[in-house]
């Protein structure tokens, strides 16, 4: 196992940590900068694939519905689904595409939508590697895995490969900016290509691109050069890690923040902090900490770049306790914000204190439907 796992439960009370502004000064709903993006308050949409794009990728007024709702419910920023940056690293068929020009105007909807109503707009983007939907003819990866269950015989990424992967990124960026957006995501997280080189229970490489922590995150870096230099120095760049890999064979705690620590050297402009794997708690409609809170403990310390973190957070308290003792700068959700797009600003009014979710995960087992809540209404 990973290191770092952490029991979950009855909610413990969080370690303190110096946050990077003056302590006990940050609040939930409050004005927020970070880098240059002005955000009406500090908490995040996650990343959530709306499955809801057509079978080109393209952007639809299904999707547009969607975060429609998502602004107007009051959230700070809204984290698009990842959008895959070339065809064969599609997860699914309705997944959002970014890998053409065309795409662009889908782009600019989504961020029109989100600006109307006061969010800002991040676009994900992300290839799925040997995580390819089987209809994929030759999934990619670092290393081929001994065993597959895809349609598709996967391939070990040789030099051209990986250099035409990492200009499809910076391609993607690019097309993020000219449509509006008012950032990018780089996801390196939940086993997707990024990942799949990060870790040593994919990358099996003994050259530049693996062998040793540092090599095996040359690949990330890559992505993220390509990603700067096509949008330029001013444009926010995100990115999503695991801040833990509780799988065979993953990533500690201490390689995650390494990674984590090269990427703020390179000028990242947030850190968003997941993780794999993970024992979830039996009872899930008992809010437990955070996830990956051990994580977020490790990082802040070491990092000054603003950190986001996401995984099991449903309640004000627990938003509150992070952003003013843990240090964290965002507060990510995702399920909460598929049970009900507004909670932000019924949490800001105080009418709720803590989501209804009951985190079952309905809502991730009907893929071939737009997202919504499989739960009857409050």
Not at 11 to 33: D, N, S, W
Not at 77 to 88: E, L, N, Q, W
Not at 89 to 107: A, N, P, S, W
Not at 135 to 157: H, I, N
Request: aromatic share 4%; hydrophobic share 40%; with cysteine.
């Amino acid at each position: 196992m990973g290191g770092g796992a952490i029991a979950l439960g009855k909610l413990a009370p969080l370690r303190a940590q110096e946050p990077p502004g003056p302590p006990g000064k940050a609040t939930l709903f409050e004005t927020v900068k970070v880098g240059k993006l002005e955000l009406r308050n500090r908490l995040v949409r996650s990343a959530t694939a709306e499955r809801a794009a057509d079978a080109d990728g393209n952007v639809t007024d299904q999707m547009v519905a969607i975060y429609r709702n998502l602004a107007a419910g009051g959230v700070g920023v809204i984290i698009s689904g990842h959008a895959f940056v070339r065809p064969d690293g599609r997860l699914g068929d309705t997944m959002m595409g970014i890998y053409r020009d065309e795409q662009v105007k889908g782009i600019a909807r989504l961020a029109e939508t989100a600006h109307e109503h006061g969010a800002k707009l991040v676009v994900q983007i992300n290839h799925a590697g040997l995580k390819a939907q089987p209809g994929v003819p030759v999934p990619l990866g670092p290393s081929v895995p001994q065993r597959w269950r895809g349609e598709g015989k996967p391939r070990e990424m040789n030099t051209d490969d990986i250099a035409a992967v990492v200009k499809a990124f910076g391609e993607a960026a690019r097309r993020v900016r000219e449509g509006g957006a008012d950032g990018v995501q780089v996801h390196a997280a939940h086993g997707f290509l990024v990942n799949q080189f990060l870790s040593p229970a994919s990358n099996r490489h003994a050259d530049d691109w693996g062998g040793s922590d540092e090599k095996r995150g040359a690949f990330l870096k890559a992505v993220y050069d390509s990603v700067r230099n096509a949008v330029g120095p001013d444009f926010p760049v995100w990115a999503k890690i695991n801040g833990m890999e509780s799988i065979k064979g993953g990533r500690t705690v201490e390689e995650c923040l390494a990674a984590a620590e090269r990427l703020a050297a390179a000028g990242v402009d947030l850190i968003e902090i997941s993780g794999l794997g993970g024992k979830k708690p039996e009872d899930e409609k008992a809010e437990g900490p955070p996830y990956y809170l051990a994580a977020a403990e490790a990082f802040r310390p070491k990092i000054k770049t603003p950190l986001s973190l996401v995984g099991g957070i449903r309640s004000l308290e627990t938003m509150e306790r992070l952003v003013g003792e843990t240090g964290v700068d965002l507060v990510s959700v995702a399920r909460p914000l598929i049970r009900d797009p507004a909670l932000p600003k019924k949490l800001a009014k105080g009418t709720v204190k803590v989501s209804s979710c009951k985190s079952c995960s309905e809502c991730l087992k009907h893929g071939d439907e737009p997202i919504r809540c499989w739960q009857p209404a409050d």
